[in-house]
């Protein structure tokens, strides 16, 4: 992969892990007492992990902000994959309950990570963003049949729904289709940096996971992209 080999000549090497494929890629749970501890996603072709300590140690860089959006935040996972002729970047959030406070928090952890990977690989010669097909993945226990009977519930008797809501419902559905975070939700172009580091919408999954732990088939995610 072209573009390890250029990281590796500017990073120290010990950030980036190159994998191939029919290998399962663990991302791992940070926070002691979550009860979604990790996820495994199988994947095929090329991948390029970029370590979750790439983020943590540039975490200092940036300001203290009480409001969106809050750069110092990291995701759990990050990671390219090459494959069937296409390039995926990702970013991985793991959560344990699913409710609205977490899906907020997981997203700003994406959307920060987002820039600041595209920040960082911007300085080399052949990274363009526009090569790759990028998406968020929120992982977490899936939502209580209580509540999603309540949400089907409001939505029959046509009430209005929450982002949240409108969330669960699209991705309770059999086959989901990702739910777009949007920049009226990130604002990262209201910060003062390039157009190419923000985005208007980026498609985010959601995966059940039941138990501590998930196994899940990564082409079966990116392939509705």
Not at 176 to 186: A, T
Not at 202 to 220: K, N, Q, W
Request: hydrophobic share 35%; with cysteine; charged share 30%.
């Amino acid at each position: 992969m072209d573009l390890y080999n250029d990281l590796i000549r500017v990073f120290a090497d010990r950030w980036f892990d190159f994998r191939s494929g029919g290998e399962a890629l663990e991302i791992e749970e940070h926070e002691k007492a979550a009860s979604v501890k990790n996820i495994a996603l199988v994947f095929h072709g090329r991948l390029l992990l970029i370590k979750n300590e790439y983020l943590k140690k540039t975490n200092e860089l940036y300001r203290e902000n009480d409001n969106v959006p809050e750069l110092k935040h990291d995701c759990d996972g990050v990671f390219i994959n090459e494959t069937k002729g296409n390039k995926y970047l990702v970013f991985v959030e793991l959560k344990s309950e699913h409710c609205e406070s977490n899906f907020v928090k997981a997203e700003r952890q994406i959307a920060a990570s987002y820039l600041r990977i595209l920040s960082l690989f911007s300085c080399l010669r052949n990274f363009n963003s526009k090569d790759y097909k990028i998406c968020g993945i929120i992982a977490s226990k899936p939502v209580t049949t209580e509540k999603l009977v309540k949400i089907k519930q409001k939505k029959s008797v046509n009430c209005s729904l929450s982002r949240y809501e409108r969330q669960t419902l699209k991705f309770a559905k059999p086959s989901p289709q990702p739910f777009e975070l949007q920049d009226v939700y990130s604002k990262l172009s209201t910060l003062p940096v390039k157009e190419e580091l923000h985005f208007a919408s980026l498609p985010i999954f959601h995966l059940d996971v039941h138990g501590t732990s998930g196994r899940f088939d990564l082409e079966d995610i990116i392939k509705r992209l």
